[in-house]
């Protein structure tokens, strides 16, 4: 089982920046892509930015620019810079991994965190 804690969430100003973090925890033999999805008030949940074990990053095409997607191996971490915010990037943002159970398993398991909260005020 793997658990993922995020953090960093916070209130903030249009134009202003935030840090947030996703610490993954648990059993598994690989921690593979990870990634930031949000989701606002009304809306569906949606994908932000990923970053897999090669560093190759993806981006939704609205934070193109402005968000930035790293990850620690060593503390199984993934980061996401978030830099000239706008009130419509106010959201729950949602930690994602992906992960193998063991050696050789096939299959790779879905885990969620269960958010931090962005607000930007214009």
């Known amino acids: 089982q793997v658990q993922l804690v995020e953090s960093g969430g916070g209130l903030v100003q249009a134009g202003g920046s935030l840090r947030l973090s996703c610490a993954a925890s648990g059993s598994f033999f690989s921690l593979n892509a990870m990634g930031w999805y949000r989701q606002a008030p009304g809306k569906e949940r949606e994908l932000v930015a990923t970053?897999?074990?090669?560093?190759?990053?993806n981006y939704a095409d609205s934070v193109k620019g402005r968000f930035s997607i790293s990850r620690d191996f060593d503390k199984n971490t993934v980061y996401l810079q978030i830099n000239s915010l706008k009130p419509e990037d106010t959201a729950v943002y949602y930690c994602?991994?992906?992960?193998?159970?063991?050696?050789?398993?096939?299959?790779?398991?879905?885990?969620w965190g269960r958010g931090t909260h962005v607000t930007v005020s214009s």
């Open positions: 970053i897999d074990r090669g560093r190759n990053t």
């Open positions: 994602n991994a992906k992960t193998l159970r063991a050696s050789g398993y096939q299959y790779e398991d879905d885990s």
